[in-house]
């Protein structure tokens, strides 16, 4: 059964400080791997999305990587801004179209 | 352009209550799928829908039933209803089930059962 896991559950980081969220992933068997943003009570917005093959995606100051043989993804953010606090998610696609999730590592990058 | 919309934005029913949730997709997605998000965890699939049928499910009794219109739209109905189904229902959709494709979820729905 596949099963995705986030370190640190929670983050504290001054602003500007550069930083690695982590997400481990139990069974290489995935179509892709998506790093989402949630805001307090509201939905959830895609931020990146690796496909099995490729090994990372970048996106302005977010820059994802994909070991799917590890079952390892990173989440680099460089120069946080308070803006930058929310919940970040990961989810693998599995091959039954089932997007198994993380319980999200929730960010705060103080001013 | 409009993204995805869900109604109600928020919920309160009894125990043993039927609710019914509403999502429209993004323009152009002919899928739609459902989670199910618990304070502090990640969402959980429910079910997917396409062609006006279901396609796949998740761990979810049947009291969790669904529906697609010729539309795109979808509905989640859950049937006597307990605490425990208390939760952020997210709606996402995409277009067809292809695995390079984002999923755009709406806001979501925050049912609260008493």
């Known amino acids: 059964k596949q099963e995705v896991t986030q370190i640190p559950a929670a983050l504290s980081v001054p602003e500007g400080e550069n930083l690695v969220l982590n997400c481990s992933f139990t069974d290489s068997a995935i179509y892709n791997l998506q790093w989402f943003r949630q805001d307090p009570g509201k939905g959830l917005t895609s931020l990146l999305l690796?496909?099995?093959?490729?090994r990372e995606q970048t996106s302005g100051r977010l820059n994802a990587s994909l070991d799917k043989s590890s079952g390892r993804s990173t989440l680099y953010i460089a120069a946080s801004q308070p803006g930058d606090s929310a919940t970040y998610l990961c989810a693998v696609l599995l091959p039954s179209s089932d997007m198994r999730f993380g319980a999200g590592t929730r960010l705060t990058v103080k001013p | 352009d409009a993204g995805v919309t869900q109604s109600p934005t928020h919920l309160i029913k009894t125990r043993g209550q039927q609710v019914t949730l509403r999502c429209s997709p993004k323009?152009?997605?002919?899928?739609v799928s459902w989670y199910q998000q618990a304070l502090g965890q990640g969402p959980q699939f429910i079910f997917q829908?396409?062609?006006?049928?279901?396609?796949q499910r998740g761990n979810f009794p049947d009291r969790f039933s669904g529906h697609q219109f010729p539309n795109y739209s979808s509905e989640l109905n859950v049937n006597a209803l307990l605490l425990g189904d208390s939760a952020l229902y997210l709606c996402a959709s995409s277009l067809t089930t292809g695995v390079d494709e984002k999923l755009f979820f709406g806001s979501g729905t925050q049912l609260s059962v008493l």
């Open positions: 323009s152009g997605h002919d899928t």
């Open positions: 690796i496909q099995s093959s490729q």
């Open positions: 829908y396409y062609e006006e049928e279901e396609r």
